[in-house]
């Protein structure tokens, strides 16, 4: 089954520092899919990547996707206190998504004022 | 739009006793899932339906009863709760086109303690 690496798994970092969360993939990547979670809510997309090289933005915030690496990033630019939270990556394995989403287990983002 | 929304918030029950965790979503996706989420071990897929009348399971079907009658609605019920079912429960849902799924739209979590 294919297993999802994020890292760092926790982040402190001052406001209006850049920084950057990974997310490796044990298996081919069909689909990669970025989230952030507020402590006890649910899960709100951010960013969806289907191409290798393909790399997306909104905001302060850039995803990319390296396929021959099997691997994502996320970058936030400047960052906010709004931007702290749980950030999770998800990847479709089976190439159509009908089998949902392995997800791994999450960066915790801290913003210090 | 209402997006997915789930009933109840939160919930605690004793070992043994049954319940029905509520999804419903007003987007009309055809695929609808069910995550739980847990400390250390993320989320995990424990079934998935990609239209009325068909379900699958996900990774960690044991214990769950799904069933998907409407496009609407996909209830997750727990037969005889045990405490290895404390946790945060998840729905979701996703359009599709082509065969291909999208991004799924996750809705505000169940949590539930088992006593």
């Known amino acids: 089954s294919q297993e999802l690496e994020q890292s760092p798994q926790s982040l402190i970092v001052q406001e209006g520092k850049n920084l950057t969360i990974n997310c490796t993939s044990s298996?081919?990547?069909?689909?990669l899919y970025w989230y952030k979670q507020k402590y006890g809510e649910g899960l709100i997309f951010l960013m969806m990547l289907q191409k290798g090289g393909e790399e997306k933005s909104h905001e302060k915030i850039t995803a990319k996707l390296d396929e021959k690496k099997q691997q994502s990033s996320l970058h936030i630019t400047a960052s906010q206190p709004s931007h702290a939270g749980i950030y999770l990556c998800g990847a479709d394995s089976s190439g159509g998504g009908a089998d949902g989403l392995t997800f791994g287990k999450g960066t915790h983002l801290i913003i210090q004022p | 739009n209402a997006g997915v929304t789930q009933t109840p918030k939160f919930q605690v029950l004793k070992t043994g006793q049954s319940m029905t965790l509520q999804c419903a979503q007003d987007m009309n996706h055809e695929y609808m899932s069910w995550y739980r989420q847990d400390p250390g071990m993320g989320l995990r897929l424990i079934h998935y339906s990609v239209g009325a009348g068909i379900t699958d399971q996900g990774e960690v079907p044991n214990g769950y009863n799904v069933s998907r009658s409407t496009t609407e609605d996909f209830p997750l019920r727990l037969l005889s709760a045990a405490p290895s079912q404390t946790s945060v429960y998840f729905c979701a849902s996703s359009y599709s086109t082509l065969g291909l799924y999208y991004e799924q739209y996750f809705g505000p979590g169940t949590r539930l303690t088992v006593t």
């Open positions: 298996k081919t990547l069909y689909g």
